[in-house]
């Protein structure tokens, strides 16, 4: 397996160029299964698990194609017609990547049944998809758990539109009854639906498909269902998360670094907290500026659903927590388990004891690098944060998490001066 080493120590300067957004690519992609055809995606970054979702989609009988050259950003899925479709998520693939569940909403609007693999738990939490479920059922379908798989069945020929209103604003949960609701019959109401960004990029893609949506991008989500939808041609939007990664990055190594694509309507709070923590951050035409202070302040910080904090952000956050200047407060909401990076950071000479879903950061002036390691993707990014300002040499080891959600990060950031390289197995 491969691993990242990285010296710590180095300033970072220059401009890095975000990647598109891994979580608004998946259920894009899984939407083009509403739609027979050759549906393009553009700006589409290549992430293992976006190699995941078109593993799955040719096991369904869809073409899915990467463009070369300049167009390597691209992606075109081609939907066979209705009857040569294979409506089977199976669990070999489920289990690497939970995100495989967006493929249950379209399947079961386009084709009147699915088979699904349950997730299962992961290394962040429980994360159940008792959601998506639900609003399944209120749309007229028949829901049963049989070995291990969701089986999922039209009533009539159609869904049927409904009012659903969510015990928890659920990200795919809302995307998944979203793609299920645009080729349902009637009108849908979403009520706590998630507002996040990508939630809304699904909504613009399918309404130029021919959906009828409004409202996303708040918690009340209506759509109209219409009876068959065009293929898609959508540009996906930056990852609000790689773009969050990298403005802590600067922030921690008192580095001067223009974020390009960086949206700052989509990480107002993270912007806001690392402000609040000293650095200076400045919106610019097509991106961010963020420059670090000599070190920075601790600040509280709470996860909570957009436009809160994201929980996304938690572990690098955390990092410059680790290294400012007194103690923080961070407190993880969306998810129960989501401090598998603690452990990994005490070693790196971190102070953080966790309570529950909280964690008292006590900011100490260094770290010390280590052999690290990790269970999970973001978990994996705030171990390269904390190599970039840790004191001598760290060896990030699974790299493949960091792999499922980072676009070739380690040659992003070499670009900005830091000392850091892959080591392939
Ligand atoms: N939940 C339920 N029941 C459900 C669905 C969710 O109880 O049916 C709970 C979850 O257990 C969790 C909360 O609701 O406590 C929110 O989970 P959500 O469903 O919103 O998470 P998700 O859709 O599975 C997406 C992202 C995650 C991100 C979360 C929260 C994708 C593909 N994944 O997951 O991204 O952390 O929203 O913002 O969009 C990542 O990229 O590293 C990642 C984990």
New binding site residues.
């Given amino acids: 397996m491969d691993s990242i080493v990285i010296k710590g120590g180095k300033r970072l300067e220059g401009t890095v160029k975000v990647s598109g957004a891994?979580?608004a690519a998946?259920p894009l992609l899984a939407s083009s299964l509403l739609a027979e055809g050759a549906s393009t995606f553009r700006n589409v970054p290549e992430l293992a698990d976006i190699a995941t979702m078109g593993k799955l989609l040719s096991s369904m009988g869809c073409g899915f194609e990467r463009g070369t050259g300049r167009k390597s950003t691209s992606i075109t899925v081609t939907v066979p017609p209705a009857a040569d479709l294979e409506p089977i998520a199976p669990y070999e693939l489920v289990k690497t990547m939970?995100?495989s569940v967006l493929v249950l909403g379209p399947l079961v609007a386009r084709y009147g049944k699915a088979r699904v693999s349950l997730p299962g738990g992961c290394a962040?939490?429980?994360?159940?998809?008792?959601?998506?479920l639900m609003g399944l059922e209120k749309l007229g379908a028949t829901i049963s758990l049989e070995h291990g798989y969701v089986q999922a069945k039209a009533r009539s020929r159609r869904l049927t539109g409904a009012r659903i209103n969510f015990d928890?604003?659920?990200?795919?949960?809302t995307e998944n009854l979203i793609m299920a609701a645009a080729l349902a019959k009637g009108t849908t109401v979403l009520e706590n639906a998630?507002r996040?960004p990508?939630v809304e990029d699904l909504a613009r893609s399918l309404n130029a498909m021919g959906a009828q949506i409004e409202g996303a991008g708040t918690d009340r989500i209506e759509i109209q269902g219409v009876d068959s939808l065009q293929p898609a041609d959508h540009d996906v939007i930056p990852d609000r998360?790689e773009a969050g990664t990298f403005l802590v990055a600067a922030a921690i190594t008192g580095g001067d670094v223009f974020v390009e694509g960086c949206v700052p309507d989509h990480l107002e709070v993270v912007i806001e907290k690392l402000r609040e923590a000293g650095a200076l951050i400045e919106a610019r035409d097509g991106g961010v500026r963020v420059r670090g202070p000599k070190r920075l302040k601790a600040v509280d910080v709470k996860t909570q659903?957009f436009p809160g904090f994201?929980?996304?952000m938690q572990a690098q956050l955390m990092v410059a927590m680790a290294v400012a200047e007194g103690s923080s407060v961070v407190t993880e909401n969306?998810?129960?388990n989501r401090y598998m990076h603690v452990q990994e950071l005490s070693r790196m000479g971190a102070n953080i004891a966790v309570d529950g879903k909280t964690a008292i950061v006590k900011g100490s002036a260094r770290l010390s690098g280590a052999p690290v390691m990790a269970t999970d993707?973001?978990a994996s990014a705030s171990l390269v944060l904390a190599g970039l300002c840790a004191e001598g040499t760290t060896t990030v080891q699974r790299v493949y998490h960091l792999d499922r959600?980072y676009q070739r990060i380690e040659k992003k950031l070499r670009a900005l001066g830091a000392e850091i390289r892959r080591v392939k197995a």
Avoid: M, S, W, Y
């Fill in positions: 891994k979580n998946l939970r995100a962040i939490g429980a994360r159940p998809i008792d959601q998506h928890v604003a659920t990200v795919t949960g998630a996040e990508e998360i659903p994201p929980t996304d969306v998810f129960e993707l973001r959600g």
